[in-house]
């Protein structure tokens, strides 16, 4: 994983994806001192975070987070970000479980993601709060 990244605390995410675009909704309203950011894999910025992180822009398959200046993917992605937020650092205990065995779950959901939750036309439109968390 990269430890380059010029910028920490950002959320990657797939923009056309309804549960990932209710994700970042989710933590953008319990991150109460705003440290994270959020980039759509569509996005200039995006596809270039993306991409070094070995992650194809045309098919995610993952979200990430840069945190601490470590990238992390799949479900070491969304617990860190959970474990971070106020009344959520309970989830660290699910890092005990083991990764493969997390993994294949959030593979499963990831890679049913569109038939389960839906997919969007176009990239969420973030309302102005949102918006000021958003890189492009």
């Not at 493969?100 to 439109?125: E, Q, T």
Request: hydrophobic fraction near 40%; aromatic fraction near 12%.
């Amino acid at each position: 994983m990269t430890n380059n990244w010029p910028d920490d605390d950002v959320i990657l995410f797939d923009g056309v994806c309804v549960f990932c675009s209710r994700w970042v909704h989710f933590v953008s309203t319990r991150d109460i001192d705003k440290r994270f950011h959020f980039t759509t894999i569509q996005s200039p910025y995006g596809a270039r975070l993306a991409r070094t992180l070995g992650i194809d822009p045309g098919d995610p398959d993952t979200n990430a987070v840069i945190h601490g200046g470590k990238a992390h993917l799949q479900s070491d992605a969304a617990l860190t970000v959970l474990s971070t937020l106020p009344r959520w650092r309970w989830v660290r205990a699910l890092f005990w479980v083991p990764k493969p065995l997390r993994d294949a779950v959030y593979r499963l959901i990831a890679r049913n993601r569109y038939r389960i939750f839906g997919k969007y036309d176009a990239c969420m439109v973030p309302d102005a709060d949102l918006r000021a968390r958003v890189i492009e």
